[in-house]
């Protein structure tokens, strides 16, 4: 109830926020660091809790907006449609390939994942109902709340977040999370003493697709002109497994840590050098926590406090 209270609060807050009149690109960068924060929370359910290195990030984002670019065309379905129906394809998309490939393990799963990335994005490329390589435009809808539709999205997301990083909390703190732990940690072990470890990497791979593609549906609205370059981009891929390694992979609240000083980080650049420099900056810090602190901020903070 507490959580569910705290999480109110932050929607209240991100409302009010909206209701201010400021800098429109602020709202452009809370809506890429509240998406990067649901991004990082949908790969932690895998590749955190259970332990499962996931590259294929950018496919699942990639199939929830063009699930919603591909209702807009057909049928001008309404934001909330496009995010439960990009949900539901990505879990889907989840389910079937987490059937096909969790029998594989380690840098094999990880392989595939890329490879599941690479497949679909080919085929996106060749389907021109959605715009195949060239793209398609999309033409957001009049009068929306808040007098702007990007105000408007940035509120979306942010109920969003706080939804995606109540489901963690709540996983890690069940038996599902217990039974991931055990699983991450030795699965041979795991299996033995009864623990259901295809069941439980069928869940994780699920849940973590439904809220990829929830991250992904507002991208078509977001940018208005979607194309598989953006929608499969590689900085959601990297994005999605440094910012939970930044800031710890065994509880929920470091993926949130690392994709709010990431995410910041990354549109502070945009702004003052380059866009370009955004994954090489992202890349140098990885491997500073990976040497410096290879289990994150929170990883960090509980060995300062032993010490």
């Known amino acids: 109830m507490r959580a569910l209270l705290v999480g109110l609060a932050v929607v209240v807050v991100g409302i009010g926020l909206a209701a201010v009149k400021v800098n429109p690109y602020l709202y452009f960068a809370g809506y890429v660091i509240l998406q990067y924060v649901v991004i990082a929370t949908a790969w932690n359910i895998l590749g955190g809790y259970a332990g499962y290195v996931n590259f294929g990030t950018s496919a ?71 715009g195949g390589s060239r793209g398609l ?20 997301m942010v109920g969003l977040a706080v939804a995606s990083v109540l489901i963690a909390r709540f996983i890690e703190r069940s038996w599902i999370g217990r039974g991931l732990a055990a699983l991450r940690d030795n699965e041979e072990a795991a299996e033995c003493m009864g623990v259901p470890t295809l069941r439980l990497k069928l869940f994780a791979t699920t849940v973590s697709g439904f809220l990829l593609g929830v991250a992904g549906a507002p991208f078509p609205y977001y940018v208005t002109f979607v194309e598989p370059n953006s929608a499969f981009a590689l900085d959601y891929a990297v994005n999605a497994l440094a910012m939970p390694m ?25 702004v003052t050098i380059s866009s370009e420099m955004n994954l090489f900056i992202v890349g140098v810090v990885l491997v500073a926590f990976v040497v410096l602190a290879p289990e994150g901020l929170l990883g960090l903070a509980r060995r300062l406090r032993g010490r």
């Not at 435009?137 to 979306?156: A, H, K, M, W």
């Not at 800031?247 to 945009?270: D, E, F, K, R």
Request: aromatic residues 12%.
């Open 60 to 130: 699942f984002f990639a199939i929830g907006a063009y699930t919603a670019v591909f209702l807009i065309k057909s049928v001008k379905a309404p934001l909330p449609v496009l995010i439960l129906a990009g949900g539901l394809v990505a879990a889907l998309l989840g389910l079937g390939i987490g059937y096909l490939t969790l029998r594989l393990r380690g840098t094999f799963f990880s392989i595939a994942t890329l490879a599941l990335s690479v497949v679909l994005q080919t085929m996106i490329i060749n389907w021109e109902y959605v």
């Open 137 to 156: 435009s999309v033409i957001r809808p009049s009068g929306p709340p808040f007098g702007s539709y990007v105000v408007f999205l940035f509120t979306v």
């Open 246 to 270: 930044i800031g710890g992979t065994t509880s929920w609240i470091g993926p949130v840590i690392g994709a709010i000083l990431l995410g910041s980080a990354s549109q502070l650049a945009t």
